[in-house]
DNA sequence: CTCCAGGGATCAG
DNA sequence: CTGATCCATGGA
């Protein structure tokens, strides 16, 4: 992978195992905007992030190379070798090689552990399109505005004094009193995000099950996605599916069976196998 | 109309 | 302890 530093924008070149299609609809990130084809429009981290990719090129704009180095090659996960990471976790696996090889572009993203939070507490039973537009009114609702008509994710403090009804106005339905229950206990320190990438991930979950309208998927995904705990394997509908399908003969299996299974066969990695299958799955209805 | 969505809390047995 | 039911909402 070769960086080139322009003015407000950054050019990668001989980039493999990059696909910005790929990473952003693999469904472990909600705030971002499709414009043309190979062409999405992030928000994170304070920013916003067009990112073009061409047959040869990824350019990031605005970017400095300040942005850069110190916080879009961390999000991107960039500093992590992933055509190594597909060769160990589909060796010996014919499933595996084809998941890797349907959508060899997906990388893990480093996403901010609050938003992320939030985020996936949103998700439960729910479908994507759906969570997008709650995130989207949320952080217009609370967030700082960057253009007329939409805002970045709203921080913690911003989100203090808002109350269940407030929450149910943006169309959350259920989930309102969980996001209450959360940010309650994240401001009267109960729970204190910054101190869980530190932890192991079997004691960072107890803490995130803590939460009311946390359960193990909502828990795995924020640790795999945020707290770079790349050994969850968050088992949802679809990863369910697929893994039944492929790895147990389609056979109905228990989640904690199904979270085992992949514990034991991908080990550390097993988030990333998550990842490919669900991709997989998802883009080709496998299993529905 | 019914069914479902990147689930989890609560209840019934 | 496991399994069934309920939860808000909107699109298919």
Known sequence: MKITYYDNRVE????????????????????????????????????????????????????????????????????????????IISKDDPVMQKAVEYAGGIRLLNQEPFETLIS??????????????????????????????????????????????????LGTGFRAKYLCDCTKKLLN???????????????????????KGVGPKVADCVLLFSLGKRDMYPVDVWVKRVTELLYFDGKDTPKEEISAFAAKKWGKYAGYAQQYLFYYARSEKLGV
């Open 189 to 211: 320190k109960e729970i204190d995000l910054s101190a869980l990438s530190d932890m192991s991930a079997e004691d960072a979950k107890k803490e995130l099950l803590k939460i």
């Open 12 to 87: 990668l070149t001989d980039t493999n195992d990059f696909n910005i299609t790929e990473i952003l609809e693999c469904g472990q990130c909600f705030r971002f905007t499709r414009s043309d084809e190979g062409t999405y429009r992030i928000i994170a981290l304070d920013r916003v992030l067009d990112i073009r990719q061409t047959a040869d090129k990824i350019i990031f704009s605005p970017c400095t190379a300040a942005d850069f180095d110190s916080l879009w090659y961390n999000y991107f996960d960039l500093g992590t070798d992933y055509k190594k990471i597909k060769e």
């Open 120 to 169: 996936f507490i949103i998700s439960q039973n729910n479908n994507i399109p759906r969570i997008k537009g709650i995130i989207s009114r949320l952080s217009k609702a609370y967030g700082r505005a960057f253009d007329e008509n939409d805002s970045f994710f709203p921080d913690l403090a911003a989100l203090a004094n808002v109350k269940n009804e407030d929450y149910m106005s």
